[in-house]
């Protein structure tokens, strides 16, 4: 039996690489969802493992766990890629809302992944 599939951020997934307030929550959610991610996903995990390690919130050890835990997880999940209409719906979205555009990428990507094709066209 395979787990429904949720759109998932970074700030979800970095909490199920390295031990965080968020940890259990994340792990609740893990449990019962498969994941589905835009293509910066992987970028904005490092970027959040190293932040956390340069504000001294978890060590080199810890950071290397989290990496090779991130890639674990990576291989199980669904990427949605960039393409011309998601571009599109995210300057849609940018004349519509107070997104950065990293914000509205996100968005569309998710909207993409809830409201688009099937899922056999994201692999």
């Given at each position: 039996m395979s787990l429904p599939i949720a759109f998932w951020d970074s700030s979800a997934l970095i909490p199920l690489c390295v031990e965080q307030k968020q940890t259990e929550g994340s792990a609740a959610l893990f449990a019962i969802h498969g994941?589905?991610?835009?293509w910066s996903t992987p970028v904005e995990i490092i970027s959040g493992l190293t932040r956390l390690m340069r504000m001294g919130e978890i060590g080199p050890d810890e950071l290397l766990a989290g990496n090779r835990l991130a890639e674990t997880i990576a291989s199980t999940w669904v990427q949605i890629q960039p393409s011309?209409?998601?571009a599109a719906a995210a300057c849609s979205l940018l004349e519509v809302h107070p997104l950065?555009?990293?914000e509205a990428l996100r968005l569309a990507a998710a909207v993409e992944w809830c409201e688009g094709p099937p899922l056999a066209t994201y692999s």
């Amino acid at each position: 039996m395979s787990l429904p599939i949720a759109f998932w951020d970074s700030s979800a997934l970095i909490p199920l690489c390295v031990e965080q307030k968020q940890t259990e929550g994340s792990a609740a959610l893990f449990a019962i969802h498969g994941i589905a991610v835009w293509w910066s996903t992987p970028v904005e995990i490092i970027s959040g493992l190293t932040r956390l390690m340069r504000m001294g919130e978890i060590g080199p050890d810890e950071l290397l766990a989290g990496n090779r835990l991130a890639e674990t997880i990576a291989s199980t999940w669904v990427q949605i890629q960039p393409s011309a209409r998601i571009a599109a719906a995210a300057c849609s979205l940018l004349e519509v809302h107070p997104l950065s555009a990293v914000e509205a990428l996100r968005l569309a990507a998710a909207v993409e992944w809830c409201e688009g094709p099937p899922l056999a066209t994201y692999s």
